[in-house]
């Protein structure tokens, strides 16, 4: 449940996050509202954030759709921490978290990612770095019917390799 009001926290801030063209974005307007709620991650953020780590988490995405799992490993650290959608929950080495990324593709014939939005964000008070995405993922498998499902995943990146990540999921 605290994962998901994290998610809601910076779902909201991200959406509520609207800057007019040509606008003056280099100093930020000193935030004087009481709000009913504190954040638990952070109500601090910088968005969009960097970049480069969206494109690299998208390249992750891309590698996993096309079951290219061996090329995922140089954009992970050592060492990864993953909280599934299903309850499993995962802290260790990458090349653990890619054999079974492997064992879960390798019941597909195929799968597809629709990708809804992505976002980048920097967290100012805890200097952290995220990428955001929302997608449908469809997957085939070998023997059984098509799925299709609705996903978040919020992915956290440190000196440019990911170190942890979560998933949110919903039947379509």
């Given at each position: 449940?605290?994962?998901l009001i994290?998610l809601?926290s910076?779902?909201?801030?991200?959406?509520a996050?609207n800057?007019?063209?040509?606008?003056?974005?280099?100093a930020?307007?000193?935030?004087t509202?009481?709000?009913?709620y504190?954040?638990?991650?952070?109500?601090?953020?910088?968005?969009?954030g960097?970049?480069?780590?969206a494109?690299k988490?998208?390249?992750?995405w891309?590698?996993?759709?096309?079951?290219?799992?061996?090329?995922?490993?140089?954009?992970?650290?050592?060492?990864v921490?993953y909280?599934?959608?299903?309850?499993m929950?995962?802290y260790?080495?990458?090349?653990?978290?890619?054999n079974y990324?492997?064992?879960?593709v390798?019941?597909l014939d195929s799968?597809?990612?629709?990708?809804?939005?992505w976002q980048?964000a920097?967290?100012n008070d805890k200097?952290?770095?995220?990428?955001?995405?929302?997608?449908?993922?469809?997957?085939?498998?070998?023997?059984?019917?098509?799925?299709t499902?609705l996903?978040q995943?919020?992915w956290q990146?440190k000196?440019?390799?990911?170190i942890?990540?979560?998933?949110f999921?919903?039947?379509?």
């Amino acid at each position: 449940m605290k994962k998901l009001i994290i998610l809601l926290s910076i779902a909201a801030t991200l959406a509520a996050c609207n800057t007019k063209p040509g606008a003056d974005t280099t100093a930020a307007a000193k935030d004087t509202l009481a709000y009913p709620y504190k954040a638990i991650l952070s109500s601090d953020i910088t968005v969009p954030g960097n970049k480069v780590y969206a494109q690299k988490v998208l390249q992750v995405w891309k590698l996993f759709e096309t079951m290219n799992i061996p090329a995922m490993k140089p954009y992970f650290a050592d060492s990864v921490k993953y909280d599934a959608a299903d309850g499993m929950h995962f802290y260790g080495p990458t090349e653990q978290l890619l054999n079974y990324a492997k064992k879960d593709v390798d019941g597909l014939d195929s799968m597809r990612f629709d990708i809804i939005a992505w976002q980048s964000a920097h967290l100012n008070d805890k200097n952290e770095d995220w990428v955001n995405i929302w997608a449908r993922e469809r997957r085939y498998p070998k023997k059984g019917s098509p799925d299709t499902i609705l996903m978040q995943e919020n992915w956290q990146v440190k000196a440019g390799k990911v170190i942890a990540f979560d998933q949110f999921t919903s039947k379509n």
